[in-house]
């Protein structure tokens, strides 16, 4: 099954093909097509700014890209390995603080009850690899992100006597993304429709869009599905943007006795040689939720070959860790982005305008604050503001997707 066949975007003719109005047109301001953290967040400051808005999801909210999110809330530091700051570096700097303070009740959204995984992640070093940063880490260019720490200060998986190495603390922190997601859909609730969308359009955008029987008719529509994008845009017969895709083969390993980890692995090229968060399982059990080069050079292994080169790099790694009673899988995962030259990864959040619907990819989990900024200030710049009243659906809402980590085992 495809992607977009998973969450229930077709292009298929035959089902619209015949339909027929059941009941009276919802009239919104905004409708958004996608219940990944992109779209649920947009929603919840759109709704907070007075916008009536409807957020169509056919499948389960954070099915798609959010819940294969390792959770991280990026500061830039990974992007700056080879020794200087990037675009994408500088892009990403603001966003710690910005879901840091709405995790403390101060910021645009209140997510006081999302559960904080780390409110550190780490890089390390294996040997004296990190000797070539040490002077780029300690700069004025990275205060406050990066911090050198040893002895009391350390993650506890790094005070065993094996260790030798190198740890630093990065101003950044890893959530849970399932509980990201259900706060965000209480925020949003008496707007979230689960159903799949039929579409009409042209280059000047979305002309009618139908659902569970019902036409939805809004002032501008926002196409935040991922990878669903695509589908979206083809059944609309919208021409731009073009979206690219770049694959990831995730690893999980899981266990009762795995000691908590977050944190890059340095390596010898510019990427993170491994990167590992710790999730909670229903069972009571934890689960190392592995990417880095390891998951961005094992695409196209088999399974069987990427566990064997991930227990590799662990034993080599973290020689200490007893990983004998653990269970391992892998998770493919598609990153939809918009299409860059030669594949790369866009340094930004994308909100592309094309009549009136506006097309996003937040690019990265942590820059969905950034997506809702630019979309709000694209309905600035075309003077939308909130007008209809909020309607009430009465049709059926949303599942929270379960995490993959409770559902791979």
């Not at 619209?16 to 947009?42: K, R």
């Not at 294969?68 to 966003?95: D, F, N, P, R, V």
């Not at 390390?124 to 000797?131: A, E, Q, T």
């Not at 998986?157 to 922190?173: C, Q, S």
Request: charged residues 20%; neutral net charge.
């Amino acid at each position: 099954m495809t992607f977009q066949a998973a969450r229930g975007y077709t292009t298929d003719p035959f089902l619209g093909q015949f339909w027929e109005p059941m009941s009276t047109p919802l009239h919104v301001d905004i409708c958004i097509l996608g219940g990944g953290i992109a779209g649920l967040w947009l929603n919840a400051r759109l709704r907070q700014q007075g916008f009536s808005t409807l957020l169509i999801e056919p499948a389960a909210l954070g099915g798609g890209q959010s819940t294969k999110s390792q959770g991280i809330i990026h500061g830039g530091t990974k992007y700056a390995l080879h020794g200087k700051l990037t675009t994408a570096a500088e892009a990403i700097a603001g966003m710690p603080a910005r879901w840091r303070a709405c995790l403390d009740g101060s910021g645009e959204l209140d997510l006081r009850q999302v559960r904080v995984l780390s409110q550190h992640h780490y890089l390390w070093s294996p040997g004296n690899l990190i000797s070539n940063l040490a002077g780029f880490f300690a700069s004025k260019a990275l205060r406050g992100r990066v911090d050198s720490i040893k002895g009391r200060d350390l993650p506890a998986v790094f005070t065993d006597p094996a260790f030798r190495g190198k740890v630093y603390r990065l101003g950044e922190l890893v959530l849970d993304v399932p509980d990201v997601v259900r706060r965000l859909a209480q925020l949003g609730e008496g707007t979230l429709v689960q159903g799949q969308p039929q579409l009409d359009g042209g280059d000047e955008g979305i002309r009618s869009l139908q659902v569970g029987g019902r036409q939805v008719l809004a002032r501008r529509y926002v196409l935040a599905a991922g990878e669903g994008n695509e589908a979206l845009l083809n059944m609309a017969g919208l021409r731009q943007p073009a979206m690219q895709r770049r694959p990831l083969q995730m690893v999980l390993v899981k266990g009762p006795g795995l000691p908590q980890l977050f944190a890059h692995c340095l390596g010898n090229s510019p990427k993170p040689r491994l990167t590992v968060t710790t999730h909670p399982c229903a069972d009571g059990q934890w689960c190392w939720y592995l990417g880095g080069d390891l998951a961005e050079q094992g695409t196209d292994m088999p399974a069987d070959r990427l566990i064997e080169r991930a227990r590799a790099e662990l034993a080599e790694l973290l020689p200490w860790v007893d990983l004998s009673d653990c269970q391992w899988r892998t998770l493919p995962v598609t990153r939809a982005e918009p299409a860059q030259s030669g594949l790369v990864r866009p340094d930004n959040a994308h909100v592309q305008p094309v009549g009136n619907t506006l097309v996003c990819w937040p690019t990265k989990l942590a820059l969905a604050p950034d997506l809702s900024d630019r979309v709000m200030a694209e309905l600035q710049r075309q003077q939308i503001h909130p007008q209809q009243a909020q309607p009430e659906p009465a049709m059926p809402t949303p599942p929270v997707a379960t995490p993959v980590w409770d559902t791979l085992f």
